[in-house]
């Protein structure tokens, strides 16, 4: 048996050339929505995006038009993760493009956030469900890799969680949205705080002190002032 030692005898390759780091094979989808994709996987969202558009880790990647995968500064310091798309979402292959997508952007606007600078935006699950119904647990588990690989690659600061699903998916807490939002929980080493989803706000109209939408102006707020305060601890 020949002495694996002894190659380096006779290896003249140059020694200052990196060693190349251990290969994953980013070609392979393990279409078993149970099977985990490792962190790390991805050196970027477009590779982790050419994944998504062929997946077939859980019955949704049947219907899709496009798999959706995020809008906004990639170097975002506060990234949103909204539920699923919905019909507009699955055409345009864009989240939060509808009504729903219109008031987000208002909200963020009101604070002087947009996805031009400080925003990215996402979903738990990156396929529309039919009739947009609310993503299956198992749904959510076979998405969740893109979701974490995305969010590491992103690396915010802040991340805001749209609704229960965003909850559920991200933090595992099934609590509802009414007893945590506005709340900020540690993940990861940065801030996640739960928020109404906008749809739910389009379906609560008034503004009265202590109404959803009031609620949300006041955690919007809070959102603006910790970025702030992140970016001065920062220097
Ligand atoms: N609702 C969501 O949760 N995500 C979208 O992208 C659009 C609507």
Known sequence: MSDPKQLNLFDFSDASEP????SVDRDWIPLDGKVPIPPGTYETIE???NH???CQRCELGGNRTHAVIGRGNLHAAIAIVG??????EDETGLP???????????????VNLSTDREVYICNVNKCRPPGN???????????KPYLLEQLRLIN???ILLTGATAVKGLLGDKRGITKIRGQWFPWEGRLCMPIFHPAYLLRNPSREKGSPKWLMWQ???AVRAKLDELSIAEG
Not at 96 to 110: D, H, N, Q, R
Not at 133 to 143: F, G, Y
């Open 47 to 49: 590779q982790m995006a």
């Open 133 to 143: 119904r609310t993503p299956t647990s198992d749904e959510i588990a076979a998405c």
């Open 156 to 158: 915010p600061k802040i």
């Open 52 to 54: 998504c558009h062929r």
């Open 96 to 110: 939060f493009v509808g009504k729903s997508g219109e008031l987000l952007e208002k909200i963020l606007a009101s």
């Open 83 to 88: 539920e699923a798309p919905g019909q507009r």
């Open 219 to 221: 955690d919007i707020q």
């Open 19 to 22: 060693t190349p780091e251990p």
